[in-house]
Structures are given as C-alpha cells and as structure tokens.
C-alpha cells in the first residue's frame, strides 16, 4: 500500500507518527507533501524533521492543485492520498491520482457541520458534544463517505487548545482501527445522510474575535475559550489599542455592580472582573497588543487599570 501524506497542520505530525507506528517496518509513506513557506501561530506545522527521520521524500508546495505537485505526486504511483489538515480544496486532477482514493479528516461529526473553523464554531455553539470524522474525499466540500467516526464530550472549561488535544488522541485510536482496512482493501464506505446536515460554518478572521461587551456572559466566555491559542485570540479596545483577553471565567451568583457592559467591577488577587449583559467574567489572562501576556492584576497594575473604567 503506497501513501502520499498531506498535512500541514500539527495534528498531522501525530497522525503521521501513528501510521508509522502502526506499518513499522513496512511504512508505504511514499512521500509527505508540505507547506512551503514558514509556518503560522494558528496551528501550522513542518514536516521537515519528520521527513528526516523516516527517509521520506518531502515535497513543499503552496498550491497543492499545481501542475508541478500534481506531475510529483503522480509519479510516485500511489494507491492512497491522505489529507489531514489542508487548507486547500482538491480539485478533480488530484483526488483521480490515487489507485484507491483521497482520505480526509474533519473534527466534527459529519454530516452535521461542514465547513471551515470547526474547531472554534463547536465552542462559540455551546455545542457539548462533537468528533472527528475521516471521510473519503469527493469533489464537494466534507461530503464524501464516512470511513470511520468516533465522539467525544465538549467540557464547558475546555479551550480550543483541549479540543485539539481530545482531536489527536481520538484520531491516533482510529488511525490504529482503519489502516488494517485499508491494507485488506475493504474499508468501509457509509454515505452522508443529507438529512443530518445542520450547517455550514463559514471562515474565521482575526477581527471576528472582537468582543461585545452587550452579549450574554456565555456568548462572551466561549468566544474566548474558542479562539485561545493556537488561534488569534479575543479582544476588546481598550483606547483605541487592542487588548487580547486569553482567559476568562464566569463569576456566578455575582450581582452587578454596573449597568453599563465592558464596565471594570473590581480587581482581584486572580483577575479584572468585567461586567457583561447579564452578569460578569473575571479575566485571568490578558495582553495589551504590542506586549507580553500577563496575569490580570499584573496588567491592572502596569496600566492602572481601574474600577468603573471600561475594557
């Protein structure tokens, strides 16, 4: 069985290390096919050193679609393609490359959520549950049949950072599960029921996660929990400068001190307490742009930071 991995996020370095781990002596990897240029904050990875380690051919490219990537990876001859984590749509020319097909990967339980930013949206949702779901990739966007599907719960404290983590451990079980299948070559192949289809997300930018102080605290407090690193982070403007807010908690049973969302109530051994709509958070970690992140009495001390005033 020759593979042609494709990957350019974090995730993906797991991934490959658990079908290296899963084939030993016998990989089949004939190739990784990586982002050319310097990776991102935003969850980007290389491969270079995994490249290295295992003897794999390392093709770099910034359009995977490309007559050259295309004309490299056709000359390896592969009978799979894995995608896990490509910002890039595959069109025609590539997924008819492979013998047997393209494999993707998609952290929600398709068919219910398609989409970009899936990670983010199941937390800005309030969605208490989620998934991965690796699926083989057609011409449309995360419809393809679902190979295999396993769930996981989402905690109302989890960041996207413990998404993340819940993703890889899921993901390195099922990769354990699925290989054996397809090197038997009867790998299942369950259609998407278009029934079960809720939505689809649409992309993220940085200045989506401005924060409105009028929203109810729970909108508030998963928009930050949801783009927390690895993501660009909620902010607020505070004069005019952009303050990232990395950390936050609902206080509860707290009444409110003002009326007025974005207010500062008090500040505390543990955080600035902000009020909200309907009740209050106290922020724990913060960071003034153009600064170091730092804890929230830190800040309130360095940029006398005070009670009534807004955030």
């Known amino acids: 069985m020759k593979i042609v991995f494709v990957s350019s996020v974090e995730d993906g370095r797991y991934y490959l290390e658990e079908i290296m781990s899963v084939k030993k002596s016998c990989t089949g990897i004939e190739a990784i096919v990586g ?3 310097t990776p991102s904050k935003s969850n980007r990875a290389d491969f270079d050193d995994l490249a290295e380690k295992y003897g794999i051919k ?3 490219t910034r359009d995977i679609n490309s007559g050259e990537t295309l ?3 056709r000359n390896l001859n592969p009978d ?6 490509w910002s890039q749509l595959l069109k025609k020319d590539l997924l008819s490359i492979p013998k047997e097909g393209c494999i993707g990967t998609h952290p929600t339980l398709l068919p219910k959520y398609r989409g970009r930013a899936p990670v983010p949206w199941s937390i800005i949702k309030g969605l208490t549950k989620s998934g991965l779901t690796f699926f083989h990739i057609n011409e449309g966007v995360d419809t393809g049949d679902i190979l295999a599907q396993k769930e996981f719960d989402i905690d109302f404290a989890d960041t996207a950072k413990d998404i993340h983590g819940k993703i890889t451990r899921v993901g390195r079980q099922m990769i354990r599960e699925f290989i054996p299948l397809l090197e038997r070559g009867n790998p299942p192949r369950i259609p998407q029921d278009p029934q079960k289809h809720i939505e689809n997300w649409p992309k993220r930018t940085p200045k989506d996660g401005l924060i409105d102080w009028d929203c109810s605290t729970n909108a508030i407090y998963n928009l930050i929990r949801a783009v927390t690193h690895p993501y660009p982070g909620a902010f607020a403007l505070e004069k005019g400068r952009k303050v ?12 409110k001190v003002y009326r007025e969302p974005g207010k500062v109530e008090e ?7 902000v009020t909200t709509r309907d009740g209050s958070l106290r922020i724990r970690r913060l ?22 005033e807004s955030l």
Do not use: H
């Open 244 to 255: 990232y807010i990395w950390s936050a908690e609902i206080e509860k049973d707290r009444e």
């Open 71 to 73: 004309s490299e990876i």
């Open 287 to 308: 960071q003034r742009e153009g600064d170091i992140e730092m804890n929230g009495r830190d800040y309130a001390r360095k940029y006398n930071c005070r009670k009534g």
């Open 267 to 273: 500040i505390t051994r543990d955080g600035i307490i």
């Open 80 to 85: 799979w393609i894995f995608v896990f984590g």
């Open 58 to 60: 390392l093709i770099k």
């Open 35 to 37: 982002l050319d240029g």
